[in-house]
């Protein structure tokens, strides 16, 4: 296996060559101010409660919140939905939990009599009840996340939520998300018979975990410590350094027996305890909000170079779901034109947030104007892709398809909107919330047509360092 790269040589070229296709990146430094927020709970990234990005469902958590209706003319009738989901809140993986359990001995081994300290004795007090066993498990909050989501998306969207329509439901093979499929079927209640057999939970990991398919995604990715050279790079830089020291005095330990992935997983802990037993923990007494931005864009660097725009084999390789998600659209278009009945009216998937990021980053969302990099942290306080208001946990992506009666064209016959997290997004190509479906297959014209999965997720032959390649 080729030697990783250190991060010490995540130098501009580096950074250049590693830049996705035809983008230079330009280097301009402007002034921002930064967001007013209360607390933590806003920057925990891809361990952010779905009630983050939709605070009305706190009030409520059937509320279909402001603004639920669609801009679509009263003549239009919805023919099929295909929602991408992402598993409910869940508990810690037995990584981060064996490195909490590394952080919390520290904290209990410190000898009696050294000096006061009120945060290290509170925390050493504090009962660890993680066990490697939860391994990222579906959380009892996570079942809630999901039977909720089932029920305002069949109040938004009654007449295909309509008894006796089919429900194709399906998941990866992670226990998470099989049970996260489980309970949005359970949400359904007993009244929708779905054609009276229970619907079964398909294991789709083709679909829904493509990136594990990608044999470059993987090699190149995945696998190569080189590819998350921003990454490490931010974990040794001056703001890391900044919340590290920081923890490492409210704690009492030498700085040294601290590194920025206990001092990540001590974040994370707050979160977790939140999200899953909705309470605030003693372990986000550490964390000002300056430090929770500063870890929030570690999570987001990761996520950049891992999942989103940081390499084009991180949103290529999902195209794979991206053609699938319009084949099945095209079928319902020809159905509906033939006259016949829709035979997948309801298409639920249940996936990742490296599901859902890709994809997203395929159809062009949340891209900044500048790459997010290790050494421009000041200037994406105000960047778009922000993980947590993107993929939190029971992220959704839906696309809804309509057929329209009394249009003024053919093409206005069938119109498509796309909702993200329960809220409408606008379409690149025209700016509104609503689109005819030949519009937005033009504008995906390439994608559609000319990202073949096996070609793109190839190996290269010959022996290429993986930022040449990427």
Same mark, same amino acid.
Request: aromatic share 8%.
């Given at each position: ?87 409910? %809140? ?195 007494? +550490? ?84 790459? +997010? ?91 290429? %360092? ?5």
């Amino acid at each position: 296996k080729r030697r990783p790269r250190s991060a010490s040589s995540c130098g501009s070229r580096a950074v250049a060559a590693m830049a996705p296709r035809g983008e230079v990146a330009l280097l301009v430094l402007f002034l921002v101010l930064p967001p007013a927020s209360a607390g933590l709970s806003g920057y925990f990234g891809t361990k952010s409660r779905y009630e983050e990005v939709n605070p009305h469902l706190v009030r409520d958590p059937l509320s279909l919140g402001p603004g639920a209706g669609g801009s679509l003319p009263a003549s239009c009738a919805p023919l099929q939905l295909r929602a991408v989901l992402r598993h409910g %809140t869940r508990y810690p993986t037995a990584g981060q939990v064996r490195r909490l359990g590394e952080l919390h001995s520290r904290l209990l081994r410190r000898p009696a009599g050294t000096a006061a300290c009120p945060a290290a004795a509170a925390l050493a007090a504090w009962p660890m009840w993680y066990e490697e066993s939860l391994d990222g498990r579906l959380a009892p909050q996570g079942r809630r996340d999901m039977e909720q989501l089932a029920r305002r998306m069949a109040a938004r969207f009654p007449a295909l939520f309509a008894a006796r329509r089919r429900l194709a439901l399906a998941s990866s093979s992670k226990h998470r998300c099989l049970q996260s499929g489980a309970a949005f079927r359970r949400g359904l209640g007993p009244t929708l018979d779905f054609g009276g057999d229970e619907v079964e939970v398909e294991v789709n990991d083709s679909l829904m975990r493509f990136f594990d398919h990608c044999a470059k995604f993987v090699a190149l990715v995945e696998e190569n410590d080189a590819a998350m050279c921003q990454v490490n790079a931010f974990k040794e830089g001056p703001e890391m350094k900044k919340v590290l020291e920081k923890v490492a005095s409210a704690l009492c330990l030498p700085v040294e027996e601290l590194n920025a992935d206990l001092v990540q997983v001590a974040f994370l802990t707050c979160s977790y305890e939140l999200a899953i037993k909705n309470v605030t923990s003693p372990w986000c007494s +550490l964390f000002s909000e300056e430090d929770a931005k500063v870890l929030e864009y570690l999570n987001d660097l990761k996520q950049y170079w891992k999942r989103g725009y940081g390499y084009d084999i991180n949103s290529r390789s999902s195209c794979i779901l991206f053609q699938d998600i319009f084949q099945h659209l095209d079928k319902a278009v020809e159905e509906s034109k033939s006259s016949k009945p829709i035979s997948s009216p309801l298409i639920v998937q249940v996936g990742h947030a490296e599901t859902l990021q890709p994809l997203l980053a395929l159809m062009g969302y949340f891209k900044d104007d500048e790459p +997010l990099l290790a050494n421009n942290y000041a200037q994406h306080t105000q960047r778009k892709f922000r993980s947590g208001r993107i993929v939190p946990y029971a992220a959704n992506l839906v696309f809804v398809l309509y057929h329209c009666d009394h249009v003024n064209a053919s093409q206005e016959e069938y119109q498509v909107q796309l909702l993200l997290n329960e809220k409408l997004l606008s379409f690149h190509h025209s700016n509104e919330t609503v689109s005819t479906y030949a519009d937005l297959k033009d504008y995906y014209k390439d994608i559609l047509e000319n990202c073949h999965f096996q070609e793109e997720c190839e190996l290269p032959k010959v022996n290429v %360092t993986a930022v040449d390649e990427l």
